[in-house]
């Protein structure tokens, strides 16, 4: 009986996610084009080929995660920090709450297509709202944004924030609000000032989510596509070009999808070894706590 | 710090609601309005000139468009709920060998970056005639495991006493499902529903490789195209950025609650 519950999930589950990850294996051995009929098996050479520094595919691969690499060190500690100061913010009743939780969430149900779009238009450095609103405050204002670097970086990450600080605010204050009040009461009982109460209480009491909302925002960062491809389309000159867009580009348009498969492989392991990194500083912590 | 919290909140509002406004307010403009320094924040003489250029244009139909990701967000939140509620059930409520074995490997697959699917995906959705057809965006991504977790603690909540005195008089596990455990799950299913449409609406990198011809896209993938056809007639682009907005943006407001909550209870089982 309990089968046949599962059988509409578990067919689905299998066939586009446990038969995929194994299926990705085999064509990283081969050398594989979803147009041509032969698809030769080549072995390890898909792999040999990115780690190897004479190869054609080395440079671009290594740029790609290198580009990955820059986007995710700059966003996340933003993501983080802006987005648990404005839960700060909002965690008290005031009136008009709610309104305000819903307007910074907004931006997170529109699509990175049409944040991409907006913020490019925004961005153009031409005929743009920012240089408009940046001369008009006696900046410069001709900084072309996402053909230069590391203004490209900076609009990118920016537009990430814009797109996603509303999604882990509201994380955070959900997070927030199942610190029990008696501690902040006992701890000002005890004459401790905001600031101690915010390290003593509130950052011991967020932990939990605080180290949920780094892993997801590590791994979202990691994935990063839709904004440089709409954005910046890996300009100025492929340096914002991600790890995902050069996959998707290699498997999916150059067709070479054995390459990609391995590309795809290399960086899932840079991930899970990040992800085991960040979850080992964690557990550290909390030990030399206990 | 009232004075200071009213300040922040004030900017930041600013913040983020003037790029949605400037973004309505340049669908509206003439070519020359939106491509104008410095740019005007109210259109001269609003014209409709943009939306009727894209809505029915062969090579950007985005009415198409917009159909195609009605079609496609919809179906695709049925069948997550549909899947996940059943598999749901099953893994909160009933007993069968292989349980811990089919929980556990569904748990492991959210370590899975999903990148690694897109490539052999692509392939098997190829082998499948399903390339460039929506079905290629509806299925292979309702295989989530977020849907079968959400669930799953959703039913293990519920009172067991209601589903045991329904066996007593005589219900069968269906029945109970059915009658019992789905009605007192409404809540639950309607934020999965709400959050799976928005997700699909919105998912960008495999419509953009899985579907090719112009009818054939959905809005988010289509928005590419017309970028690429249009790239600085910023008053088509800001309008069909509206049409592709505005659903989502209105569902928002009037389920505002179901969202957030949705997403802040699944940070926190996290």
């Known amino acids: 009986m309990a089968w046949v519950f599962l059988a509409p999930y578990l067919i689905l589950f299998v066939a586009f996610v446990l038969l995929p990850i194994v299926f990705g294996l085999w064509i990283s051995l081969h050398s594989w084009d979803f147009t ?50 404005v839960a700060l913010v909002m965690n008290e009743n005031f009136p008009g709450r709610n309104l305000f939780r819903g307007v910074f969430f907004a931006p997170y149900v529109l699509g990175v297509a049409v944040v991409g779009v907006l913020w490019r238009f925004l961005f153009d450095a031409n005929v743009g709202l920012v240089n408009s609103v940046l001369g008009g405050l006696g900046l410069p204002d001709r900084i072309p944004w996402l053909s230069s670097l590391p203004a490209a970086w900076v609009a990118l990450v920016a537009v990430t924030i814009w797109w996603t600080l509303g999604f882990n605010a509201v994380i955070f204050l959900a997070g927030l609000q199942d610190v029990p009040r008696e501690l902040y009461e006992a701890a000002s009982v005890d004459g401790a000032t905001r600031w101690s109460q915010f390290l003593h209480v509130t950052i011991p009491g967020v932990r939990p989510v605080l180290s949920f909302v780094l892993m997801i925002t590590i791994i979202a960062s990691a994935n990063m596509f839709g904004q440089s491809f709409i954005m910046t389309n890996g300009a100025p000159g492929g340096e914002t070009e991600t790890a995902i867009y050069y996959i998707v580009e290699q498997g999916l348009s150059s067709f070479d999808m054995g390459a990609a498969a391995a590309a795809s492989w290399i960086l899932t392991l840079a991930l899970m070894a990040a992800s085991v990194l960040v979850f080992w500083l964690f557990r550290e912590r909390d030990g030399s706590k206990a | ?36 320094v410095p740019p005007t924040w109210i259109p001269r003489d609003p014209t409709l000139q943009a939306y009727q250029a894209i809505l029915n244009a062969s090579d950007t139909p985005v009415f198409r468009w917009f159909v195609n990701s009605m079609v496609a967000a919809s179906a695709h939140a049925v069948l997550v709920v549909i899947t996940s509620a059943l598999a749901a059930y099953a893994l909160a409520r009933l007993e069968f060998r292989g349980k811990r074995i089919v929980f556990a490997s569904i748990v492991a697959t959210l370590f899975v970056p999903p990148v690694i699917l897109v490539i052999p995906n692509y392939e098997i959705v190829g082998r499948l005639f399903w390339l460039d057809t929506l079905v290629a965006v509806i299925v292979p991504t309702a295989a989530n495991a977020f849907g079968v977790f959400f669930l799953r603690q959703f039913f293990l909540q519920l009172p067991r006493e209601l589903e045991e005195s329904a066996f007593l008089d005589g219900a069968n596990q269906w029945q109970v499902f059915a009658k019992i455990a789905l009605p007192l799950s409404l809540p639950a299913l309607a934020t999965l529903s709400l959050l799976s449409f928005l997700t699909n609406w919105n998912d960008f990198l495999w419509p953009v490789y899985v579907l090719f011809s112009a009818e054939n896209q959905t809005l988010q993938a289509g928005l590419a195209t017309l970028q690429a056809a249009n790239s600085i007639r910023y008053d088509l682009l800001m309008a069909a950025a509206v049409v592709a907005s505005l659903p989502v943006l209105i569902v928002f407001m009037f389920a505002q609650r179901y969202v957030i909550e949705g997403v802040s209870r699944s940070g926190l089982k996290g």
């Not at chain 1, 690499?69 to 987005?83: A, K, Q, Y």
């Not at chain 2, 600013?14 to 509206?28: A, G, W, Y």
Request: aromatic letters at 12%; hydrophobic letters at 50%.
């Open chain 2, 1 to 36: 710090m009232k004075a200071l919290r009213i300040g922040l909140l004030g900017l930041l509002t600013l913040l983020f609601v003037s790029p949605l406004l400037f973004m309505i307010s340049t669908s509206f403009k003439t070519r020359q309005e939106a491509g104008q």
């Open chain 1, 36 to 85: 041509l009929p032969g698809k030769p098996f080549v072995g390890l050479e898909n792999y040999k080929a990115l780690i190897d520094s004479t190869s054609v595919t080395f440079a671009p691969f290594w740029n790609s995660m290198q580009a990955t690499g820059i986007f995710t060190l700059f966003s996340v500690p933003l993501l983080i920090v802006i987005p648990l100061g």
